[in-house]
């Protein structure tokens, strides 16, 4: 009797034993939870070809990549560098084009600025042509030193020249940036 009371003992083990492995190996395959695009990234989900770009996580909840509002303003600027969530490091460069109107005295002013909104520089950019247009005029700004930012991620900020100051003139393209 006892003999069987032992083997009852050691079967009863063996189950445990069995189902904590099971169990902790399941916990390892649940997926984690996900509450930005960076996350979902990170987690290995499937990532949609589009623009700008999503991710799909295991629940099925889908993320999208953070650009600025570069789409809403297209037609009225354009920036090729940096682009929207590019590493940049000082000095930099800032280039694209705008609409004619964008500028004031050929010329706009920007920002850059980290996460915590720290302005980590400010200045102009100049219009390349003739800026009394309507039309697309090319911009460039090279050498650009900023101060270390305190965090990884910032905004630069390239706003229409508003000499009025009222408020239903401004304008500004956001654009997310990551820093070296």
Known sequence: MLKKYYLLIIFLIVIVFFAVLAFSGRQDSLPKSVNNF???VEAGNLILESYPEQCRAKDGKTFVREIGNE???ADLISVSYPRPNQ???SPFTIKGEARGFWFFEASFPFRLVDENSNVLVESFIQADGEWMTENFVSFKKEGI???KPTTDR???MLEKDNPS?????ADELRIPVNFK
Do not use: A
């Open 87 to 89: 590493t940049i490091g």
């Open 38 to 40: 960076e996350e979902c």
């Open 154 to 156: 910032g905004w630069l």
């Open 165 to 169: 100051g009222l408020e239903q003139n």
């Open 145 to 147: 030193v900023f101060e």
């Open 71 to 73: 789409l809403e303003k």
